[in-house]
Structures are given as C-alpha cells and as structure tokens.
C-alpha cells in the first residue's frame, strides 16, 4: 500500500545569485513497510527530498502525498501534527539533548506521541539496556546513534528517516547502527528510508533509489539482499 507519493516534485534554492535545482520534476511513490536505501554523491538532491518527505520542508511545485492527502497544500499545525506523529528523524550527528540521560531523551519523544511504545521494550530492541542511565558525553558515538534511533521509533511512527546513519561511524560502529535499523524495520514493520553516499550500504535494502543532479536515475529492488555482517566498506 502507498505511504507516500511525491508527483513531479521540483524545488529550487537561490544562493546569491546563483540558482540551484536541487529537485527536478522527480516523482516517487514509496510503499508500507520498505527499507529503502537513497543513494547519491553530495549535491544530488537527496537531503532536499528527505527534508520534503519529512515535512521539514515544502517543494516550489509538484505535490507530496501521505496516505493520499497533500501535504505540501496543508496549514503549518497540520504539518508539524505529521512530523510530530507520523515521522521519526535519525541524524547523522544525533542530535541528543546532552543533559539528559539516554532514558530521557527516550521519554522526551514519547511525550508528544499519542500512541508511543513501551520504552523498555525499544531499548532493549536497541541493545541499550545497561547504558540507559548515562549521559551522552559518557557513551560511545555508535551508542549515541541507537539511543537516537530509539527516540525516533519509541513515538511509533508509521516513517523513519535516518540522514546519513553511519556518516560520523567507523565501519564496525556503523554495521551495528545498520543491525538495529534492520531489527527496527522487522519487529516493528515500520517503512525505513536511510539516505547515503555510501553505495555498499544499499546491498542490505530490499529497494534502491539513486539519484544525480535533482534527478532519479535508477530504481529498483534488490533481488540479492545482503545480511550487515556480509556488507563490506
């Protein structure tokens, strides 16, 4: 079934003088329960189009749909309504708020959820559970990204967006970040899309989307799903 539905979505910045067309014409249907894996060098446009899917923000034309609305047509509370129960962000620098424990940090999302998970229940799905009283400062950069994305799925979001997951992570610290979002899409059945100039990580989605200059270029599903111990970069 269909999540979302972006139809011929274009969106321009100006630097300056200089305009540039992050997104182009591009339209892309994404289904419940996907784990899609966005790929393409800096400057593709891929950040535009998570910040459009995640209503963060709008395109200059075309339209976005969630579950058949339009989105990108919707007043500013109904928009923050969509990122605050329907959407749950992973950054690629974690984004914790520093004094707070891991467990508060946790709490704080679900807070603003009307229907969040049981908290003890995500942090032990995210290997976390003798970490859960420490501060950030005191946990590891692999540590902090699971404690980021058990924020993001405690809310119970039907989409996770996770910006460059692995960006800040060594290679090893990044598989065990890519084995949580795994585990995350499966238990959960939640619709994962990680965005990455990192190509190999592509091999563990079940679909691949590339794009280049504001535009797709491919996009396909994977017939030959790779487990994250098989990934190599």
Known sequence: MSLIQINKV???????????????????????????????????????????????????????????KVLNKVGEKELTNYRRHNVGFVFQFYN?????????????ATEISPNPLGINEVIMNVGLSERMEHFPS?????????????RAVAKNPDLLLCDEPTGALDSETGKEVLRVLKTVHERYKKTVIIITHNATIGQI?????????????DDFYNDNILSVEEVEW
């Open 10 to 68: 274009a969106k321009t910045y100006k630097m300056g003088d200089v305009e540039v067309n992050a997104l182009k014409d591009m339209s892309v249907e994404i289904n419940e329960g996907e784990f899609i894996v966005i790929l393409g060098p800096s400057g593709s446009g891929k950040s535009t189009l998570l910040n459009i899917i995640g209503g963060m923000d709008k395109p200059d034309s075309g339209e976005i749909y969630y579950k058949g």
């Open 96 to 108: 914790l708020i520093s004094n707070l424990t891991a467990r508060e940090n946790i709490e704080l």
């Open 138 to 150: 005191q946990m590891s950069g692999g540590e902090q990204q699971r404690v980021a994305i058990a």
């Open 205 to 217: 989605a079940n679909r691949v989307i590339r794009l280049k200059n504001g535009e797709v270029i």
